[in-house]
C-alpha cells in the first residue's frame, strides 16, 4: 500500500488564508457602513426637500418682509441705525431666500466641470465590474463603481482621486504574482477598507450633527407623539408672516402720510 501523502501547509499560505477572510469581513463591513450612509443621506435629503418647500420658503418670505420694513424705516427715520439695520436685515434676506431656493437650484444646473468628468472616467476604467477576475472581486468592484457614481454625483473630486490613488498605490507598488504578492496585496486592502470605514464613520458623525438632521430627529420625536413638527412650525410661520405684512402696510402709510 502506497504511503499517504501529507501536504503541509505552509505558514505562508496559511496567514494568506487568514487575511483573505479578514479582506472578505472588512469589505463586509464597509458595505454595511456605505448602505447605512447611503440611507441616511437620502432620509436627511428627503427630510430637508420637505423642510425648504413647506418651511424654508416661508422664512424667506418673512425675512424678505422684514428686509423691506427696515428700508422703509430708513425713509421714516432717516438715522444712521435704520441704515444698518436696513443692511443687515437685506443680507439676512438674500441669505434666507439663497437657503431655501439656492439648493433646488444647483440641483437643477448641475452640471460637473471637466476635471470631474476626466477624474471619473480615470477611476471607472479601473474598477468597473466588467474587469473583474472573479465572485469576490465583481462584487468588490460593483460596492466600488456605486461609490464612485455617488461620489461623482455629489461633486466630491477627493473622493475620486483617493480611490484612484488607491489602486495605483496597490496594483503599481505591489508587482508580481504568487502568495507573496497576493499578501501583500490584500494587506494593503484591508488597510486602506478600515481607513474607509472610519471615514464614513466620521461623516455619518458630522451628518447627523447637522441642524438638519437635528431638526428632522425632532420631527421623528414629534411624530411618536403623533404631532407634526413642520406643519407646527409652517402654521407659526404664516403667523408671523401676516403680522409682519400687517407691520410693513402700516409703516408704508406712515411715510405716505409725511409726504415720502
Known amino acids: 500500500m502506497p504511503a499517504e501523502i501529507v501536504l503541509q501547509q505552509t505558514p505562508e499560505h496559511a496567514a494568506l488564508l487568514d487575511k483573505r477572510e479578514e479582506l ?27 423642510y425648504l418647500r413647506q418651511v424654508g420658503v416661508l422664512y424667506a418670505e418673512l425675512d424678505e418682509l422684514e428686509a423691506r420694513i427696515a428700508e422703509r424705516e430708513v425713509d421714516l427715520y432717516d438715522s444712521d441705525a435704520a441704515r444698518a439695520r436696513a443692511e443687515e436685515m437685506r443680507q439676512r434676506a438674500q441669505e434666507t431666500h439663497e437657503a431655501a431656493y439656492g439648493a433646488a437650484r444647483e440641483a ?27 465572485e ?9 463603481m456605486a461609490r464612485a457614481n455617488e ?18 498605490e496597490i496594483n503599481a507598488s505591489i508587482q508580481g504574482e504568487g502568495e507573496t504578492a497576493e499578501l501583500q496585496r490584500i494587506t494593503r486592502q484591508i488597510q486602506h477598507a478600515r481607513r474607509d470605514i472610519a471615514n464614513l ?14 431638526l428632522m430627529q425632532d420631527a421623528e420625536a414629534a411624530k411618536r407623539e403623533h404631532r407634526d413638527l413642520l406643519t407646527e412650525l409652517e402654521a407659526n410661520l404664516k403667523e408671523q408672516v401676516a403680522e409682519a405684512q400687517r407691520r410693513f402696510e402700516l409703516i408704508d402709510r406712515q411715510i405716505r402720510a409725511h409726504g415720502r
Open 151 to 168: 461620489a461623482y454625483t455629489r461633486g466630491d473630486a477627493e473622493l475620486l482621486q483617493r480611490m484612484l490613488d488607491d489602486h495605483h
Open 108 to 134: 437643477e444646473e448641475f452640471d460637473p466641470p471637466p476635471t470631474l468628468k476626466a477624474l471619473f472616467r480615470d477611476v471607472a476604467k479601473r474598477i468597473h465590474p466588467d474587469f473583474a477576475r472573479d
Open 201 to 214: 464613520e466620521a461623516e455619518q458623525g458630522i451628518l447627523l450633527s447637522s441642524e438638519v438632521a437635528q
Open 136 to 144: 469576490a472581486e465583481l462584487a468588490h468592484f460593483t460596492l466600488l
Open 24 to 50: 472578505a469581513a472588512v469589505r463586509t463591513a464597509l458595505a454595511e457602513r456605505e448602505s447605512e450612509l447611503a440611507q441616511l443621506r437620502a432620509q436627511v435629503k428627503t427630510f430637508e426637500g420637505r
